[in-house]
């Protein structure tokens, strides 16, 4: 997984989700995630789907389960980014994602999460600092 | 008799055959002249046919054709085939919300959604095939 698609951006986990994602690599990058979060003690993490042209139902189960086990982390799931034939084909499709925060870009996402950053804790960081990225 | 314009052939046999599939198919609609929405719905149902080949039948193929009916609008036409176990509750399988995978259960009955005729013909233990149909506007 290329590190570059993770980046902290204040208390905010910013995640640019790939265009094509293998079941393989959204596991890997599910655990880049989760191991970020602790490092950083990043509060909300933001899975921008800018560069997403289809997004199909395993990809809406990942945003879901991410979701879930992000929230087990004490932080909050934002999605960013969604193209407009995108967010049709996922409705029609009847993708629901209860419990999933969404904005309309970056701008936005950052306001949120400074918003959520006054009010909540969030995890405390790790001692180790920097996580070990996966090839 | 339709007048088929182009046609792709894929194998289904591991992830990156989907992948392939509806990057593929989506770029046929699109040369088409279907509009983005459109071709994106379109490459969504490959990907969900595509998927429930690996999952259910672990191999099978995926038709896309450009065709033509005579004197009607051009189609683009999905055709999912595979030689798995069929489907014993097709009337359950194609209810939002029932999976026996795990998933969200929403292959069938959105894909359902997403295109104009839906086609389902299963045999347990033979295999299914899924006709899927949606016209140019």
Same mark, same amino acid.
């Given at each position: 997984m290329d590190s570059g698609t993770i980046q902290k951006l204040e208390n905010l986990l910013l995640v640019a989700v790939p265009r094509d994602l293998t079941d393989d690599e959204v596991i890997l990058m599910r655990r880049d995630i989760l191991r970020a979060i602790r490092a950083y003690g990043s509060q909300v993490v933001l899975l921008d789907f800018?560069?997403?042209d289809i997004c199909d139902s395993f990809f809406g189960r990942f945003i879901y389960s991410t979701s879930r086990m992000v929230q087990l982390m004490g932080a909050t799931v934002i999605i960013s980014g969604l193209q407009d034939a995108v967010i049709e084909t996922m409705v029609e499709l009847g993708m629901t994602l209860p419990d999933v925060e969404a904005v309309l870009d970056l701008d936005d996402a950052l306001a949120l999460s400074r918003r959520l950053g006054r009010n909540g804790s969030g995890p405390a960081p790790a001692d180790g600092g920097l996580p070990e990225w996966e090839e | 008799m339709p007048d088929t314009l182009q046609r792709l052939h894929f194998r289904i046999q591991t992830v990156t055959d989907v992948s392939d599939s509806r990057r593929k198919g989506m770029q046929l609609a699109l040369d088409m002249g279907f509009a983005h929405a459109d071709a994106t719905k379109i490459a969504v149902v490959i990907s969900e046919l595509a998927r429930n080949i690996l999952i259910y039948a672990k191999t099978g193929t995926i038709t896309v054709l450009a065709d033509k009916e005579p004197d009607g609008p051009r189609c683009i036409k999905i055709i999912a085939d595979d030689k798995g176990?069929?489907?014993?509750?097709l009337e359950q399988a194609m209810t939002?919300?029932? %999976? %026996?995978?795990?998933?969200?259960?929403?292959g069938l009955s959105g894909s359902r959604r997403l295109m104009d005729e839906f086609f389902v013909h299963s045999q347990v233990n033979r295999g299914t095939t899924v006709t899927a149909v949606k016209y140019l506007r």
């Open positions: 800018t560069q997403v | 176990p069929g489907i014993p509750h939002d919300g029932y %999976t %026996t995978s795990g998933g969200l259960g929403l």
